[in-house]
């Protein structure tokens, strides 16, 4: 790992190799627009889970984004929502309104 200070859990240089291996992943082409970052959170401030899809794609990453500030104590409440939701079950009312999809409407 290199190019990191030491508030970064993910450096620069693992951001273009994870890139590169999510662009194989699932045959994005390269009009796909990436963008990462530190601490990412939205405008409504509040974390994203599900599962995104791309055009041309049939299924896509399962994701658990904008975990921001105090959001970060209930990572693990949400990995396990999310870990719930990838081996089928529904995802709890409560959590309906933090899926990903909200974020591309």
């Keep these: 790992i290199y190019q990191c200070d030491w508030s970064s859990d993910v450096c620069s240089s693992d951001l273009e190799q994870l890139t590169s291996d999510a662009q194989r992943a699932f045959n ?8 990462w970052g530190v601490r990412g959170r939205f405008h409504d401030r509040m974390p994203a889970i599900g599962q995104l899809f791309f055009p041309g794609s049939k299924q896509g990453p399962w994701v658990l984004l904008g975990l921001y ?9 949400f990995a396990q929502k999310l870990a ?10 409560l959590f309906q309104r933090f899926l990903v999809q909200r974020l591309f409407r």
């Design 28 to 35: 994005w082409t390269d009009q796909s627009k990436v963008i």
């Design 69 to 77: 500030k105090n959001g970060v104590q209930l990572g693990h409440l």
């Design 84 to 93: 719930d939701a990838i081996e089928g079950q529904s995802l709890d009312p």
